[in-house]
């Protein structure tokens, strides 16, 4: 089936401009990820979904930072007035039900430039 | 403070030999220990995870080692091919399921 999908796969904007990353995970899981990958750095994670419960927001660097997830499924990270620190990847994982021995599925990741 | 180191940093082999990469951690409580691969433009990919207990774990031409005592892992990739050339991650997970400290990678390049 169908794994991981994020978009867009780049974006390039200006700086104090908002983005929104959007994230399919897989059909069926219900736990989803998002981290963030600087040049040179490991994996930072950013936030936590796990069912209907309240998401985990230990990991946003600031409030201008957010994310969204509808039905369950899709999800949205938006970074309101972008910086040029906020240039990154952005990884989505998704896992079937959250637990920490679970792998997680990772998608492609999309890549921000905030000039 | 938890952190997950990896060397080298970079390695650069010839197809057909074998690596070996390096992971060591500070990391407490421990939970277990995954091993990623990253393909350039891609998202990691899982090779292995091992508990406390486990010693060793293989997954094809991959082979991870954990020893918990000196919190080290090694991932030793065996007879090379062009498609290992990639970044290899190190994750050690800490409790719950946000607690996974990444490392920052060992990027591999085989050459013909």
């Known amino acids: 089936g ?3 999908s994020q978009s867009p ?10 983005v929104e990353l959007r994230c399919d ?18 994996l930072e ?16 660097p600031s409030d201008r930072f957010s994310a969204e997830r509808t039905g369950g499924s899709v999800s949205t990270l938006t ?3 972008t910086q040029q620190e ?26 921000l430039l905030v000039l | 403070k938890n952190q997950v180191e990896q060397s080298p940093q970079s390695l650069i082999i010839l197809e057909g030999k074998n690596c070996t990469l390096q992971c060591n951690y500070t990391v407490s409580p421990f939970s277990n220990l995954r091993w990623y691969k990253q393909d350039t433009g891609r998202g990691p990919v899982s090779l292995t995870i091992m508990t ?15 020893d918990a005592d000196t919190k080290q892992s090694s991932l ?28 920052a990678g060992t990027r591999l390049a085989v050459h013909p």
Do not use: M
């Open chain 1, 86 to 111: 906020d240039s990154a990847v952005y990884l989505c994982a998704s896992s079937l039900g959250g637990a920490h021995q679970e792998t997680q599925y990772f998608g492609p990741g999309t890549r």
């Open chain 1, 79 to 81: 970074i309101q007035r």
């Open chain 2, 52 to 66: 406390f207990s486990e010693n060793t774990k293989s997954n094809g031409r991959y082979t991870a080692t954990l």
């Open chain 1, 25 to 42: 995970p897989i059909s069926g899981h219900t736990a989803l990820y998002w981290y963030r990958q600087s040049l040179g750095q490991g």
């Open chain 1, 9 to 18: 796969s780049n974006k390039v904007t200006e700086k104090g401009k908002d």
């Open chain 1, 2 to 4: 169908a794994g991981v």
């Open chain 2, 76 to 103: 030793h990739i065996t007879a090379s091919q062009l498609s290992d050339s990639a970044s290899y991650i190190c994750v050690v997970t800490s409790g719950g399921y946000n607690k996974l400290i990444f490392g």
């Open chain 1, 45 to 60: 994670f950013l936030i936590y979904f796990q069912g209907n419960s309240a998401p985990d927001k230990s990991g946003l």
